[in-house]
C-alpha cells in the first residue's frame, strides 16, 4: 500500500477539527442543549490543539508537542464521544467512564515518557478504549437511528486500527514514531480523518434526528396534557378557525369541533344577548392584540357563558399565543363563585353575628374575633389577636371542667357548655359556648372555632326564677292550705302540694297514681252538692264551696274550696286551678258557738226561772217575817212575854234560813264565777273526813244517828282542801236531814285505776226517781224538808256538782225510796310519778 504524508494528515486534521468548531460556533441548533454544544465544541478545539502540537513536532519541545498534544487528544476524543453518546440524555455513569479512561491513558502517557515505543501504545490504546465505548453505546441505542449505528462502525474500526497500530509500536525492533512510515499508521491516520468528517457530520444529524424526536415527543406530551387537563381547551388559527378542542372543554359545554368550527360561531353559541357578546368579543380582541404586541400575557377575566344544554356557567379565560396558534383555557369557576358568594354570605353573617365568634390556631393562640366579641367582652380585634381566651377567665371553674374541654375538642368532637368568664372591665359575665375543631382533608385539627352567647340576663332570671320556685315550692311545702291543679278535659290531676297529706292523710304521690280517689274520700252526703257546684263554676268560671272528705284516719274534716278556670288564647279551658283550706277547728267552732248559744239561751231562761223562784223563797220569809212584825208592832202591849218570845223565835228562825239561802248562793255564785281560788294538793282523805264528821256529830247525835267510816288503807287524794270539806260536809248534811233517828250513815272510798270513788250511804227516806234528774238542775233547786222538819236551800247539790267537776270528777245519786240513798262522787288519785 502507498504510505500517505502523515505530516499532511495532521495538518488537515487541525484544520478539518478547528473548522468544525467554527462551524457550529456560528450555526448553533436552537433546541438543543447549549451545554451539548459547548462539549462538543470543546473536543473540537482540543483535537485542533492537540493536532497542531503534534504537527510541530521537531521544531518545539516534546514536552509541548508530544506530552501536551497526546494529553490535548485523549482529553478531546472523551469529550466527543461523550457528546455523540449522549445526546438522548445525561448519564453520570457514562461521564465517569470517559473520565477514568482518559485519566488513566494520561497518567501511562507520562509513565513511559522516555520509551517512544511505550507511549505510542498507551495513547493508541487508550483513544481505542475511548472509540470502542462510544461505539458499543452508539450502536446498543440506534435501533431507531441508522445514523448512529453507521458511525458506531466508524469508532470500531478506528478502534482496530488504533489497537493494530499500538501492538505494532510495542513489538517493532527499532523505536517507532509519529513520522514513521508505516502501512497500519497510514491507514489509521486515515480513518482517523475521515472518523474526524463523520462525527463532525453525524453530531449535526443526530441532533437534527434527535429534535425531530423530541419534537414529536413533545407534541404528544402537549396533547396528552391538554387532555388530562381539568381545564376546558380550545386553540384556533389567527383567522379564528378551530384547530383544537379537549375533552374537558367538550364534557363542560357539550360542544364538540364539529358543533363550532370557527369562534364567531362559538360566541353566537356561547353568548346569546348581543350586547354582552359583543362586550366579550371586544375584550377577547384587545387581549389578543396585546398578546402579539406584548410579550406579556394579560390578567386573567371572568364571563358568563351558557353550555348546549343552556347552562349558565362562570368562566375564567385565560389566553397565549403558541406560535401561530392561540390557546384559549376556559376555568369553569361555577362552583367556585357560589363557594365565594356562599363564604361571602357567611362572612356577613359571621360579622353581622349576635354571637361571638373566636377562631384560634391549636395553642389556644386568637387568629380571629368578630366584632360582636369586642361587644361582650370589651377587647378590641387588635387586643384579642395573638392573645389566648384564658384572658377571660376565672377562677369559677375547676381546672378539670377545663381538662375536660381540651379532651374533647383535642379528641375531633364537639363540646358545648356554660363559662363564667370576665369582660375587661372586670365585670363578670355567663355565656353559652360552642367549640368544634377545624379538621383538614389529611384528618388533621388545624384550629378550633367557638360560638358564645352572652347569657347573662338569661342566667340571671334563670336565677330568679329558681330563687322565685324554690320560695314558691317552700310556700307550698309550709303552707296549711292545700293548692291543686287539675287538666282540662281530662279531668287528671295536675298538682298538689304537700300539705295535703297533713290535711287527708293521704300523700301527693298517691293522688298522682289513683286519679279518682280525690272523688272517693268525698262525704256521702256532699257528692251532690259538689256537683251543682261544679255547674256553677262551669257556668261563671270560678266557684266557692265547703265540702267534708273523709282522712285515711276516718275522721271527717271540713274543706273550703276556691276555684276558677284557666283559659288558652283560644278560650278553651284548660285547667282548674284552686286552693283548699281546712276548716274543721273553725267549723268545730261554729259548732260549739251554736251549742253554747243554744245552752246560754237555755241558761237565760234557767236564770230567768231561778229569779223567779228565788224572788219567791225570798219573798215567803220575808213576807213571814213583816208579817209576825207587824202583829208584835200593833199587839206588844197586849201580847205576853211567852207569846212575844214565841213570834221572835220564828222570826229568827226565817232569818237565819233566809241568811243561809242568801249565802249558799253567794257561794254557789263565786264558784261559777271563778272567784273561789282551786289550789289542788296532796291530801289525807282520812284526815279530811274525820274533820268533817267532827264538826257534824253533834247533828247527828241529836237524832241518834250513827255515822261511820270504812277504809281499809290510807287514801291520798290531789284535790283542793276547801272545795273537798264543802262536798263532803254537804252530802253528810243531806244525809243526818234526811235520815230518821237511829238511822246509819256510812262513808267508805274506793280505789278505782287513777281515781278514787267516795260514797256518803243513808238508810233513811230515799229519793224518788223522779226528782233525782232535779238534783243537779239549776232553774228549778229543790229544797225538801227533812224528817226532824230541817229545811234546806236547794243550792248544796249544786256545790256540790260544781266541785265535783272543778277536780275533773263526777257525782251521782243511787237512791231507792224508804231505804235510803247512796251519793258517789269520784276524785283523781296523787300520781305518785
Not at 227 to 247: A, F, M
Request: glycine share 4%; proline share 3%; net charge negative.
Amino acid at each position: 500500500m502507498q504510505k500517505i504524508d502523515i505530516h499532511s494528515t495532521i495538518q488537515l486534521l487541525f484544520w478539518g477539527n478547528l473548522l468544525f468548531a467554527y462551524i457550529l460556533t456560528v450555526f448553533k441548533n436552537k433546541t438543543i442543549s447549549k451545554q451539548l454544544y459547548r462539549q462538543f465544541i470543546a473536543a473540537k478545539i482540543l483535537q485542533s490543539a492537540a493536532w497542531l502540537l503534534l504537527a510541530f513536532r521537531g521544531d518545539i519541545p516534546d514536552l509541548f508537542s508530544v506530552y501536551f498534544g497526546n494529553t490535548f487528544l485523549s482529553i478531546g476524543f472523551a469529550f466527543e464521544a461523550l457528546a455523540l453518546t449522549t445526546v438522548n440524555g445525561k448519564s453520570r455513569q457514562k461521564e465517569f467512564a470517559y473520565s477514568i479512561i482518559s485519566i488513566i491513558g494520561i497518567m501511562l502517557l507520562w509513565a513511559f515518557s522516555d520509551k517512544p515505543n511505550l507511549r505510542i501504545f498507551v495513547s493508541g490504546l487508550n483513544a481505542a478504549v475511548i472509540f470502542s465505548l462510544a461505539s458499543f453505546l452508539l450502536i446498543q441505542s440506534s435501533c431507531k437511528s441508522p445514523l448512529r449505528k453507521t458511525i458506531g462502525i466508524i469508532y470500531a474500526i478506528l478502534s482496530i486500527f488504533l489497537i493494530l497500530r499500538s501492538f505494532h509500536a510495542f513489538f517493532a525492533a527499532d523505536s517507532f514514531g509519529l513520522y514513521s512510515p508505516s502501512s497500519i499508521q497510514s491507514i489509521t491516520f486515515l480513518t482517523t480523518f475521515i472518523l474526524m468528517l463523520a462525527s463532525g457530520v453525524g453530531f449535526q444529524l443526530i441532533l437534527s434526528e434527535y429534535n425531530d424526536h423530541i419534537l414529536d415527543e413533545s407534541q404528544k406530551m402537549f396533547r396528552n396534557s391538554i387532555e388530562l387537563l381539568p381545564l376546558g381547551c380550545i386553540i384556533s388559527d389567527q383567522e379564528g378557525n378551530t384547530k383544537y378542542i379537549n375533552s374537558t372543554f367538550t364534557k363542560q359545554f357539550g360542544y364538540s369541533i364539529n358543533d363550532i368550527p370557527d369562534t364567531n360561531q362559538w360566541f353566537e353559541k356561547a353568548y346569546p344577548a348581543p350586547e354582552y357578546r359583543q362586550q366579550v368579543f371586544d375584550h377577547w380582541k384587545s387581549d389578543i392584540e396585546r398578546i402579539k404586541n406584548v410579550s406579556d400575557e394579560p390578567e386573567p377575566y371572568v364571563f358568563n357563558i351558557r353550555s348546549k344544554k343552556g347552562i349558565l356557567h362562570a368562566i375564567e379565560f385565560r389566553q397565549s399565543y403558541i406560535g401561530d396558534l392561540l390557546m384559549v383555557l376556559l376555568i369553569d369557576i361555577t362552583e367556585r363563585k357560589k363557594a365565594e358568594e356562599q363564604i361571602k354570605k357567611l362572612s356577613i353573617a359571621v360579622e353581622q353575628s349576635p354571637a361571638a365568634v373566636v377562631i384560634t390556631n391549636t395553642n389556644g393562640t386568637i387568629e380571629y374575633v368578630n366584632p360582636q366579641f369586642e361587644k361582650i367582652t370589651g377587647y378590641s380585634y387588635h387586643e384579642a389577636i395573638g392573645n389566648n381566651p384564658r384572658v377571660l377567665k376565672t377562677d369559677f371553674h375547676s381546672p378539670e371542667f377545663f381538662k375536660d374541654l381540651w379532651d374533647t375538642i383535642f379528641s375531633g368532637n364537639i363540646w358545648k357548655g356554660e363559662l363564667y368568664n370576665k369582660r375587661k372591665d372586670g365585670t363578670f359575665f355567663w355565656e353559652d359556648a360552642t367549640i368544634a375543631p377545624i379538621i383538614d382533608k389529611h384528618n388533621e385539627i388545624t384550629n378550633f372555632v367557638a360560638i358564645k352567647q352572652d347569657i347573662t340576663e338569661k342566667k340571671n332570671a334563670e336565677q330568679a326564677l329558681k330563687d322565685s320556685e324554690e320560695k314558691l315550692q317552700t310556700i307550698l311545702n309550709n303552707i296549711s292550705d292545700i293548692v291543686w291543679s287539675i287538666n282540662m278535659p281530662s279531668f287528671t290531676l295536675n298538682y298538689i302540694s304537700p300539705s295535703v297529706e297533713n290535711v287527708y292523710g293521704y300523700s301527693p304521690q298517691e293522688f298522682y297514681d289513683n286519679p279518682n280517689l280525690w272523688q272517693g274520700i268525698i262525704h256521702e252526703e256532699d257528692k251532690k252538692e259538689i256537683d251543682h257546684k261544679f255547674q256553677t263554676l262551669f257556668e261563671k268560671g270560678k266557684a266557692v264551696f265547703e265540702r267534708r272528705i273523709i282522712h285515711r284516719n276516718g275522721n271527717t274534716v271540713w274543706i273550703l274550696d276556691n276555684a276558677r278556670l284557666i283559659y288558652n288564647e283560644n278560650n278553651e279551658i284548660v285547667r282548674i286551678e284552686g286552693v283548699a283550706h281546712d276548716i274543721t277547728e273553725l267549723k268545730e267552732r261554729e259548732f260549739l258557738i251554736h251549742h253554747q248559744n243554744t245552752e246560754l239561751q237555755k241558761l237565760n231562761s234557767d236564770k230567768d226561772r231561778f229569779i223567779k223562784i228565788l224572788a219567791h223563797d225570798l219573798k215567803s220569809p220575808f213576807t213571814s217575817i213583816l208579817g209576825f212584825l207587824d202583829l208584835l208592832k200593833s199587839n206588844i202591849r197586849e201580847y205576853d212575854i211567852d207569846k212575844i218570845e214565841e213570834f221572835i223565835n220564828i222570826i229568827n228562825n226565817s232569818a237565819k234560813n233566809t241568811f243561809n239561802l242568801l249565802e249558799h248562793i253567794l257561794f254557789w255564785v263565786r264558784a261559777n264565777s271563778g272567784k273561789i281560788p282551786f289550789e289542788p294538793k296532796k291530801l289525807n282523805f282520812e284526815t279530811i273526813c274525820t274533820e268533817v264528821i267532827e264538826n257534824l256529830r253533834l247533828t247527828a247525835v241529836s237524832k241518834d244517828i250513827t255515822i261511820n267510816h270504812f277504809t281499809v288503807d290510807e287514801v291520798y287524794l290531789f284535790a283542793d282542801k276547801n272545795m273537798l270539806k264543802t262536798v263532803l260536809r254537804n252530802l253528810v248534811s243531806n244525809a243526818i236531814k234526811f235520815t230518821n233517828k237511829n238511822g246509819q250513815i256510812n262513808i267508805y272510798t274506793e280505789i278505782n285505776h287513777e281515781n278514787t270513788i267516795i260514797t256518803v250511804s243513808d238508810n233513811g227516806i230515799g229519793i224518788k226517781n223522779t226528782v233525782i234528774p232535779k238534783l243537779w238542775d239549776f232553774s228549778q233547786p229543790i229544797s225538801t224538808i227533812g224528817t226532824a222538819d230541817e229545811k234546806g236551800t236547794g243550792f248544796g247539790l249544786l256545790l256540790c256538782k260544781e266541785f265535783v267537776e272543778k277536780h275533773g270528777g263526777k257525782i251521782w245519786v243511787e237512791s231507792e225510796v224508804g231505804k235510803g240513798s247512796n251519793f258517789k262522787f269520784t276524785l283523781p288519785l296523787v300520781n305518785e310519778t
